[in-house]
């Protein structure tokens, strides 16, 4: 008799074996555990953010400048007058020191004018420190009183009996002062041990006759660099050509760095002789395309080639060509186009006058300067986008004799603004751009002053306790 297996036996074997792998499937317990724990890990770890380390540094700010210095150089001949000024027009003594004398001088609405042959070192505080500016000038010759900065380049310097040059270094502090000064020709650096490690003592000035120094009949330039303390660097610039004429001088307008674009503004009258001389301070050779700038254009004209400057050397370019006759009108600029940062200085002589132009720095908003006597002429090139120029000038007084003159200026252009012959301060505002600014200046003589942009304020550091 067959057998028969029951449906409810065959119903529970079944179900045995689904929760049996149903249980196999299912996790354990310390599976999930082992998975789960790691994650909740990661995750309180991601929620959890470092403490940040305080800064060991802060950045300068910001301050009106309360505390300003000029120096002006000693004087060549008939050079004896000094004006002195200040942007904010108002009346207060400044701090001078003559030589190694002690004295003040009281500007009187913005301006005041002296008569010193020695050195002179011009201390601004409070409302006139912003605007300080200073000037010397007389016998055909002017020059800015600068401040002390840490570097001045001087290019086209001479060390020779035709051609010769001294460096005068001034310290308006009471400390000591360092700086070295480094000398290029045309060939490469020169080795001058007697100008390394200069040192200064305070409320004096040195001088170098590079004759004397270091003897060279090339082309030179020469950087000083401040090493310790505050210095103003100035040059004298002398030609005693073999003949009849006698001898010419001026002071050499410094440059602030090298640049690969940069501006020599003040060209001077025809006919002349002219000399550029570019200095290439750097390791690699430097190509260097020359455009003049007119009140039109800028453009490079027929027989002006590309110049080429080998590393750590200094060339000189004849200009008397290209700047005579009709090419030479309205002139008023050269550009300086090179592959790499250079200096330039273009020397303007006759046989009664010299003068002496330099690459000038860019103002990006305003500038101004103390005017000699003479005809005045301000010249703006490089401009860096169209913008608009605003002149303001006093005279001797205080009163203005220009209240607002407002003059559109565009790249590629240069442009001239006669100033009275009765103003002695000047002030340039620039909105919507950038450009060169330079003083021309005819009084038995040409001189070009460089302006430089007017500071307003001073970088106060920012000093705090040390965090443990």
Not at 36 to 51: E, F
Not at 114 to 123: A, E, L, M, P
Not at 209 to 232: F, Q, Y
């Amino acid at each position: 008799m067959a057998e028969h297996t029951s449906p409810s036996a065959a119903t529970g074997g079944g179900g045995r074996r689904r929760v049996d792998e149903a249980a196999r499937r299912r996790p354990a317990p310390l599976t999930v555990l082992a998975v789960l724990i790691p994650l909740l890990a990661v995750a309180a770890l991601s929620l959890v953010r470092p403490a940040e380390e305080p800064p060991s540094s802060y950045a300068p700010t910001g301050a009106p400048l309360d505390r300003s210095t000029a120096v002006c150089p000693p004087r060549l001949p008939g050079a004896d007058r000094l004006r002195l000024a200040s942007t904010a027009l108002s009346s207060g003594d400044l701090a001078l020191r003559v030589g190694g004398d002690e004295d003040t001088e009281r500007l009187r609405a913005g301006v005041a004018a002296r008569s010193d042959r020695s050195t002179v070192v011009v201390d601004a505080s409070g409302d006139l420190a912003a605007g300080l500016v200073a000037s010397r000038s007389g016998a055909g010759s002017a020059v800015g009183c600068e401040r002390p900065t840490p570097e001045r380049w001087f290019t086209g310097v001479g060390a020779s009996a035709e051609h010769a040059s001294t460096l005068t270094l001034v310290n308006p502090d009471k400390g000591p002062a360092v700086a070295d000064v480094t000398v290029w020709d045309g060939r490469g650096l020169v080795d001058v041990p007697a100008l390394r490690g200069v040192r200064v003592p305070g409320g004096r000035a040195t001088s170098f006759d590079l004759a004397e120094v270091a003897p060279n009949r090339d082309a030179l330039a020469v950087r000083v660099l401040v090493s310790r303390g505050r210095l103003g660097a100035s040059v004298v610039d002398v030609l005693d050509p073999i003949g009849r004429d006698r001898p010419v001088r001026e002071w050499l307008p410094s440059q602030p760095a090298p640049a690969s674009t940069s501006y020599v503004v003040g060209v001077g009258p025809a006919p002349a002789d002219r000399t550029l001389t570019l200095a290439n301070p750097g390791d690699s050779e430097v190509r260097v395309a020359l455009e003049l700038v007119s009140e039109e254009s800028e453009f490079a004209p027929q027989g002006l080639d590309e110049v080429s400057l080998p590393p750590a050397s200094v060339s000189e370019v004849d200009l008397s060509g290209v700047l005579r006759g009709r090419t030479a009108e309205g002139v008023q600029a050269l550009r300086v186009e090179a592959t790499g940062p250079v200096t330039a200085t273009l020397r303007t002589q006759t046989s009664g006058d010299l003068a002496l132009s330099a690459a000038g720095p860019s103002v990006t908003d305003e500038t101004a300067v103390a005017l000699p006597a003479g005809s005045k002429r301000l010249v703006v090139a490089g401009a860096t986008a169209p913008g608009v120029l605003t002149l303001r000038a006093w005279d001797q007084d205080g009163a203005a004799v220009v209240r607002e003159r407002r003059v559109e200026v565009d790249p590629a252009t240069a442009a001239r603004l006669r100033l009275p012959d009765e103003a002695v301060l000047a002030q340039v505002t620039l909105e919507r751009t950038v450009a060169v600014v330079s003083l021309e200046v005819s009084d038995r003589g040409l001189s070009v002053l460089p302006l430089a942009p007017l500071e307003t304020t001073s970088q106060v550091p920012d000093v705090r306790p040390a965090q443990r």
